[in-house]
Nanobody
Framework: QVQLVESGGGLVQPGGSLRLSCAAS????????RAWYRQAPGKQREFVAG???????KYADSVQGRFTISRDNAKNTVFLQMNSLKPEDTAVYYC??????WGQGTQVTVSS
């Protein structure tokens, strides 16, 4: 029984930074893929960043060079460091782990 709990969202001004965390309550040793998605009101949920157990990463073109995904297997946690935030980054951010599912989501709002 594994559950995902997200934290770190909030309100920031354009150009600011946030660090999101997604902690799993049980072992994810056998899980191959961890990822972040986001969804704005009235829009489809979209892929943001992903990482496999070898450490290889992939990013959406819209966040490449600004966001960094990482993980700490000992703490069963995946992170998303978000820098140079833009208003179009405003959305609910969800973590996803293959074989487990989705976290509850955390709101990120970028506004002056």
């Amino acid at each position: 029984q594994v559950q995902l709990v997200e934290s770190g969202g909030g309100l920031v001004q354009p150009g600011g930074s946030l660090r999101l965390s997604c902690a799993a309550s049980g072992s994810v040793f056998s899980i191959n893929v961890r990822a972040w998605y986001r969804q704005a009101p009235g829009k489809q949920r979209e892929f943001v960043a992903g990482i496999n157990n070898d450490g290889a990463t992939k990013y959406a073109d819209s966040v490449q060079g600004r966001f960094t995904i990482s993980r700490d297997n000992a703490k069963n946690t995946v992170f998303l460091q978000m820098n140079s935030l833009k208003p179009e980054d405003t959305a609910v951010y969800y973590c996803f782990v293959s074989g487990i599912g989705w976290g509850q989501g955390t709101q990120v709002t970028v506004s002056s």
